[in-house]
């Protein structure tokens, strides 16, 4: 992990921050349909987090969907080779390595975080024009 975009246990580096937003525009430029499914699924799920007490079984359930979700997003993602850089540019951050299967389990406080900065981008990009 770069010591620049190096996160505490539950807090996340603004270099991360910003980099899971900019994934969040180049998804909402390149692929709106994905973006309007995924947006309602990110709400509720930051939402379910946000009523839990954190417990650790509560939070090994989350991390596996948060896992299934990326998988899910760079399979999706994978043809567009821009929206790909901005995607992998947070994953590489946060220590994933999809074809190692390589997951860091993630504080919720980390992945509220994550969810908090990829929906604003995906409400960002929806509201750029490009034409």
């Not at 620049?4 to 899971?20: G, M, P, Q």
């Not at 991390?63 to 399979?75: A, K, S």
């Not at 980390?110 to 929806?126: K, N, P, R």
């Amino acid at each position: 992990m770069n010591l620049f975009c190096k996160s505490t246990e539950e807090t996340l580096d603004t270099v991360i921050k910003v980099a899971a937003n900019a994934a969040g525009v180049a998804v909402a430029i390149n692929n709106p349909a994905l973006m309007t499914a995924i947006l309602p699924v990110a709400v509720v799920l930051k939402n379910k987090i946000d009523g839990t007490q954190a417990t650790t079984t509560d939070n090994q359930v989350i991390n596996r969907l948060i896992q299934q979700g990326i998988i899910d997003l760079v399979d999706k993602v994978k043809a567009s080779p821009i929206v790909m850089v901005e995607v992998n540019v947070v994953l590489n951050a946060i220590g994933v390595n999809i074809a190692e299967a390589k997951f860091p389990v993630l504080s919720n406080a980390v992945i509220i975080e994550l969810i908090d900065s990829f929906v604003a981008g995906l409400q960002a990009g929806s509201m750029t024009y490009v034409g």
